[in-house]
């Protein structure tokens, strides 16, 4: 049976290319990085190569690029060192109510602690309101947390504009950009924002290695304390295979950047445009305009969409109702709520993302296997018969 993989933004298979590059520092190259020996030094050396290649990603100095076991602990680290850090100064922090769980779940911790947190609403295309941004800021305000793209329905950010206006206020700011990497363009300093999150393997990288840029001159204290690595920002014994992967899927994800993004818009909107003509009854949740190439979140009204997804999955499809990491649970995504959409709705929302190995073959097979799902599913709903929909 045919397989296909529409969950890019859940993760990435790792590129061979990058996967070469990573296996001889399982092996031959193990040494540490820390020792004064040869392999030690080459393995030292590997990842100063990586640091520039991420480095060169989003337009940062080597310097400023630290290298974490994911995007979550690059979260955790830029909300929770900064929250303690700037304890004298203030206890407010600033983010949205869309957020990956990697800042709303350490938001909460913070708030166990008795820090004070601002989430701030989107509109119905999921960005957020620049005036409101401003209006939130208190002169307990000690940093602002806004991601660039959001992982379930694509909504870009204006993270320029938003940091701007915290810089104005003297308050740092941090961006989780782990959907924007290879996606969007990413550019630190023309962005001005202080701290800002990466992850592998939403690029094409390994899981289990992530980044945190943190511009020059702040002072983040570290997260995880140890030994000196990473210029004594981050202990750990570093795990050279997986950065120097990163490395590999960073500098590739630059170089392809546009093609790429280029490639996933036209795949996304074929998609769309087939299941709009075959399927009745479906919407897009969020706005067009600014959002992530391959994502497109769409609801598929009348129907369960854990049952469609369950049944895709029997036809070879994958896909998500929206994060990997709610969709264990049933309640309704809190960034689908966030865009004001109703409840029924979101039951029936799924999220489809294309990515590198994507063909149209796959989303002609797809869209097929909908159209049949859709149709038997909505035949069996009470929910459909009562609308008299049937
Ligand atoms: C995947 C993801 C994360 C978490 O990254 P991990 O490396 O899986 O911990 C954080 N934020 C966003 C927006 C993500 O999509």
């Known amino acids: 049976m045919r397989k296909v993989y529409l969950d890019y933004s859940a993760t990435t298979p790792v590129k061979q290319e990058v996967l070469n590059e990573m296996i001889p520092y399982f092996t031959e190259k193990f040494g540490n990085p820390s020792s004064l020996y040869e392999i030690g030094a080459e393995a030292k050396e590997a990842i100063t190569k990586a640091r520039e290649q991420v480095a060169q990603l989003i337009g940062a100095k080597p310097q400023e690029v630290i ?51 601002t989430y701030l609403g989107v509109g119905p295309d999921g960005r957020i309101d620049l005036n409101e941004l401003e209006q939130a800021i208190t002169d307990q305000t000690i940093l602002v947390s806004i991601m660039m793209v959001n992982n379930e329905m694509g909504a870009i950010q204006p993270i320029k504009e938003a940091a701007a206006i915290a810089k104005k206020h003297g308050i740092l700011f941090h961006t989780d950009a782990v959907q924007a990497g290879g996606n969007i363009p990413i550019d630190v300093e023309d962005l001005g924002v202080d701290m800002l999150s990466l992850s592998a393997h939403k690029i094409y990288g390994p899981k289990g290695i992530g980044a945190m840029y ?55 909107d074929y998609f769309i445009a087939q299941v709009m003509e075959k399927i009745p009854y479906v919407d897009i949740n969020g706005g067009m305009e600014h959002r992530h190439p391959g994502n497109v979140n769409l609801a598929f009204n009348f129907i369960e969409g854990e049952s469609l997804l369950l049944m895709l999955d029997y036809y070879g499809i994958s896909i998500s109702t929206g994060s990997a990491c ?41 869209v097929d296997c909908l159209a049949k ?5 909505r035949m069996m709903s009470p929910i459909s018969a009562e609308k008299g929909w049937n």
Request: proline share 3%; net charge positive; charged share 25%.
């Open 373 to 377: 799902i859709v149709e038997k599913l």
């Open 326 to 366: 709610s969709s264990k649970s049933l309640e309704p995504s809190h960034v689908l709520s966030a865009l004001g959409i109703p409840v029924e709705k979101i039951h029936g929302s799924l999220r489809f993302t294309v990515g590198d190995f994507t063909t149209k073959e796959d989303l002609d097979y797809t």
């Open 67 to 117: 290298f974490t076991s994911c995007g979550s602990e690059s979260d955790n680290w830029a909300l929770t060192s900064t929250a303690h850090w700037k304890k004298a100064k203030g206890n407010h922090i600033i983010t949205t109510k869309i957020e990956h769980h990697a800042i709303l779940h350490t938001c909460k911790a913070l708030e166990k602690e008795g820090y004070q947190v």
């Open 214 to 268: 943190i511009r020059k001159g702040v002072a983040l204290p570290s997260f995880v304390h140890g030994g000196a690595q990473e210029m004594k920002k981050r202990a750990g014994t570093e795990n050279v295979p997986y950065i120097v992967g990163f490395g590999k899927a960073a500098e590739m994800a630059r170089l392809q950047l546009d093609d790429h993004a280029a490639r996933l818009r036209e795949l996304r």
